[in-house]
Every structure is written in C-alpha cells, then in structure tokens.
C-alpha cells in the first residue's frame, strides 16, 4: 500500500514536492490543497483532485502525511500546529532562531493527536544539520564553518524588490574562495560575515527610477547587505529572464578538528551541495522525512521530531536487508 500524501501550499516548493513523489513507487500524491480558489489552479499531476484549504477539516481518513509548503515567515508558525492535531505533517520551517518555539507548539499538538511532526526538513535546516551533528561527534574538539552558494537567495531578492523603483531582482550569495580554502588547510581561521560571503544584486529598475539611489539603498541595507561587499548590476527585463530564471543553491559544510594525545594530528570534514533546483532538491528531502512520519507513527511515536530524531532507516525506501546489502 502507496503511502497517501498531501501537499498544502503549490508554489516553488510544493512543485517540488509533487515531483518528488513521482520518483518515489512507495507514495502517491493524493490531493493538493490551496488558499486560492481551486478551480483556478492547474498542477501537474492532472488527475490529482485540487481542494480548498477547508476540506483540510475533514480528509483525515485519506491522507497519511501533510507536507506543508507554505513560507516560515507566517504560514508554518500557524499552520505546522494545527494540522498536526489533525494529521502526520513535514514543513521546511527555516528560521533558525525560532526553531525551539516552533518546535514546542508543534509538540504539544501532535502529542496530543497521536501524531508526528516533523520540522525543518530541507538542506539547511536539515541535511547541513545532521552532517553538522555528525562531524561534531566525530571531531569533538574542532570548528564549524558553513559557506551558502553560490545560489540565489529568495528572501534578499525579496527584500530589494521592496524598494522603490525595482521591478525585478535575484541576488546571488557567493562563498569567498580564499575564506573556503583557508577553512580547508586545517588553520582553523577567525572568519567575519564579510569575509565568508560577498553578494551580487542583478536589478530591474522601473522606468526612470534613480538606480544610484536604488544601488545605495541595497548596499547600506542592515541585516541583508551591510555587512557584505556587495555588486549591484541594473539589466533588462528580457535579460532577467534569459539569464536568471532558475532557482540554484548550494554550499558547504565544514568541520576542522584534531586527535592524537596532543592534538598532533589535524583533520577536515567536508559535505557539500550544487544544487540546480533549490525548491526541487528541499522538495526530495521533505518527502524523505515524510516517510519517516508516516513509519514512526505506525509504531507508536507522537510529537514534534527533527531531522536528528530520524534513523536513516526510516528515509529509505528499502529495507534493512537491502541496506544492509548494498549501502552499508
């Protein structure tokens, strides 16, 4: 039996998310669920049933695990707790900060429910996590380095398409090579936010908009460019379009340390992403960790859980033997 899935929310992520599920034989998209009216949104899977966000009330009995694909800002602190009273639920929450709060509204819930939660399912929040926790472990006297990019950055090419006289934006974040090759010798370097990472800004000015006040209000812009040399470069809308309509990402985690009696000997752990679909590769991970939901439920868990509260074998659509066969 197919493990039945629903998918709240379809934009970049939730179309990742259904092209996931095709790649995977042991789950089937079951329905798509939608603020907007459903009638007016066409998804891929054309014989896949799209309902309103309502009907979320009453379909417990035909969906095994709800992927939520909504934004950290304002959906999931509200949405991830009130489903997972209702259903198994997986989200990407990605705030950081607030992590533990959300962590704690989504416990109380699903433990109440009988169901399981799991949170911040994507590459980071998520698979830089883990590989963080293991390089940790192994190396325990050491150093964490984490280096994005090169990639776009949806939030920051939000946050300038909020000013005034900018149609269009993608900023890129871009790790500095000599900060990554430092990091990589084992030197266990003193690295500032600028001196890891620069960012470059393409724009699209509205007509007649004063770019050298656009250029200056993105390159003083506290908590998102300011502390960053930063390149902002003005092209065309058809420019944008050719040269900028894709959603990469990537990066590295990095984790220097030592062994030996005396420290003598030095060691590098590295895990690393080049990513062409930023949504799509979150996508394939959320539906890993909606497998994980679906069997830990089965066998009695509850509550809120965490990439690091997954065995491995729960990701994996194989059993222990093949595992054991062909992995281990």
Known sequence: MSIRVGILGYGNLGRGVEASLRQNKDMELTAVFTRRNPESLKIASAD??????????????????LILCGGSATDLPV????????????????????????????????KQSGKIGIISCGWDPGMFSLNRLYANCVL????????????????????????????????????VPEAQEAVRSGSNPELTTRDKHTRECFVVAEEGADIEKIREQIVTMPNYFADYNTTVHFITEEEMKRDHSGL???????????TGLNGEHKHVIEYSLKLDSNPEFTGSVIVACARAAYRMQ?????????????????????SGEELRAHLL
């Open 140 to 175: 325990p006297e050491g150093q964490d380095y984490t280096f994005w990019g090169k990639g776009v950055s949806q939030g920051h090419s939000d946050a300038v398409r909020r000013i005034e006289g900018v149609k269009d934006c993608r900023q890129y974040t871009i790790p």
């Open 48 to 65: 896949v049933p799209v309902y309103g966000i309502d009907a979320l009330e009453t379909m417990q009995d035909q969906i095994d695990v």
């Open 298 to 318: 089965k066998e009695g868990m509850s509550g809120c859980k965490t990439i690091f509260d997954i065995a491995p074998a729960y990701l994996s659509a194989q």
């Open 79 to 110: 949405q991830t707790p009130r489903y997972a009273s209702m259903y198994n639920v997986v989200d990407s929450f990605d705030t950081h900060a607030k992590i533990p709060q959300h962590y704690a509204a989504v416990d109380a819930a699903a």
């Open 248 to 258: 990469p990402h990537g990066g590295s985690v990095i984790r220097t340390g030592v």
